[in-house]
């Protein structure tokens, strides 16, 4: 039933921003509005806790954007041992206004942790929906929520493999972005 509700909720999402859509070549000023098809962007609120990131939005057509991520964690020594993750994303921009405006799509994150000889993986998938201002000069906000899941977690210490299973259930994915568009 909750795969029914969640299935709905989603459809209803893409139809209604679709409905809204403005398809326009004009701006609110009446001047011509600039579309535009890149993104350079970081997630700010990780940076609190030495998560470093950055991100790159780009359109492939009208309707849709990929953004590979990449992030490493440099605040904290972890004695030897480096974290890193590498993601990305491909999104549904209903309105066809480049990377601005409202879009949704799903996400997928590898986190990987090396050194002092340990290996470990997690892999999360999930989904989200996203906001993107975007103000002249090409400066933008972007705010999105979403949901994902751990699938998997493994751990080689010294050669010998141990997988940790599923841990961590579902999770909220927040993202606050300064970007730049261009």
């Known amino acids: 039933m909750k795969k029914v509700f969640v299935l709905l909720a989603v459809v209803l999402f893409v ?63 972890l004695g030897g041992a480096s974290l890193f993750a590498l993601g990305g994303d491909v999104f549904f921009h209903p309105m066809g206004k480049g990377v601005k405006g409202w879009f949704m799509g799903p996400r997928y994150d590898v986190w990987i942790a090396t050194g002092e000889g340990a290996t470990g993986m997690m892999h999360f998938i999930g989904a989200q929906a996203v906001h993107k201002f975007i103000f002249e000069g090409g400066f933008a906000l972007g705010i999105s929520l979403g949901a994902q899941i751990n699938i998997a977690n493994t751990l080689s210490y010294e050669g010998e493999s141990e997988s940790l299973g599923v841990l961590g259930g579902t999770m909220p994915c927040f993202d606050l972005e300064l970007a730049w568009a261009f």
């Open 15 to 77: 139809f209604g921003a679709a409905a809204f859509a403005d398809n326009g070549s004009s701006d609110d000023w009446g001047g011509e509005e600039t579309i535009y098809e890149n993104c350079i962007s970081t997630n700010v609120w990780p940076w609190a806790v030495g998560l470093y990131n950055i991100g790159y939005e780009r359109m492939l057509g009208s309707s849709i954007s990929i953004r590979p991520r990449a992030t490493y964690w440099g605040l904290i020594d």
